[in-house]
Structure formats: C-alpha cells, structure tokens
C-alpha cells in the first residue's frame, strides 16, 4: 500500500511539472481591433480595420472607396512592428509588408508596400485606432 501510494505521489509530482514550451509568451502589444484609414501612392484610399490576436495573428476587413470594393486580410504583425498580410479583393490578391508601431497618440501608424504576385506596386500608409 505505501509503495502505491509513494508512485502515485511521485506520478503526480511529475504530470505538474510540465515543459514549458520555451516560446515567446509575451502577447502582442498591437492586440485588439483596430479601425482607420489607409492611402497609397497609386491615389487609392479606404478603411481598414483588423484585429490582432495576442499572438500576432491578424484578421479583418478593407474597404477600397476608390475602386468600390471590399475585402479580406489576413497576416501577421510581430511583436516588433513588422507586418506581413494578404488582401483578398473579388478579382484580386494582393500582399502588403512593412512596419508599424504604436505611436504616442496611441495609433497604429506605419508604411506597407503592396504588391500583386512578387511586382511591387506602391506603397500605403494606415493610421489605426483601437476600438
């Protein structure tokens, strides 16, 4: 009886003293949804607005008022700043990389080049507000 008892304390012992995965459990700074505009240099404007997981996992919705047409995105934003994201219209695919940061105003500001299959084609700005 004590040496089943014995193993079943060590066995428990042992289950609570898990690994810890050794990754990055810091969450990301830019979580949350955020809402703003955005403009390129090719004179097109829209609305954008997305929402950071705290892993840096990034969804949401643009809208292009210049061309008439919505969209999805999807990517990432590092903890860092750096973007990486897929716009997804009806009749075309873009992606968009850069570096954003949380300025003082709060904002979510920065400058992405857009491309459509490996040909860049400009570059945006977006100035976000978390909501």
């Known amino acids: 009886m004590r040496k ?14 898990g690994g810890g995965g050794g990754g990055n459990t810091t969450p990301s700074p830019f979580a949350g949804t955020w809402l703003g505009p955005w403009s ?3 004179s097109q404007s829209g609305t954008l607005s997305i929402t950071v997981a705290a892993n840096g996992a990034m969804t949401g919705t643009i ?3 210049t061309l ?3 969209g999805t995105t999807a990517g990432t934003v590092s903890n ?3 973007l990486s994201a897929t716009y997804t219209y009806p009749t075309a695919t ?3 990389n850069g570096t954003v940061a949380i300025g003082g ?14 040909t860049l084609l400009g570059s945006a700005v977006v100035d976000l507000t978390k909501q």
Request: hydrophobic share 30%; proline share 0%.
């Open 105 to 118: 105003n709060g904002h979510i500001t920065g400058n992405l080049q857009e491309f459509q299959g490996g």
């Open 63 to 65: 809208v292009n008022n």
């Open 4 to 17: 089943l008892l014995l193993g079943l304390v060590v066995c428990l012992s042992l289950c609570g003293c």
């Open 68 to 70: 008439g047409t919505n």
């Open 94 to 96: 873009y992606t968009a």
């Open 80 to 82: 860092g700043g750096n």
């Open 40 to 42: 390129d240099t090719n």
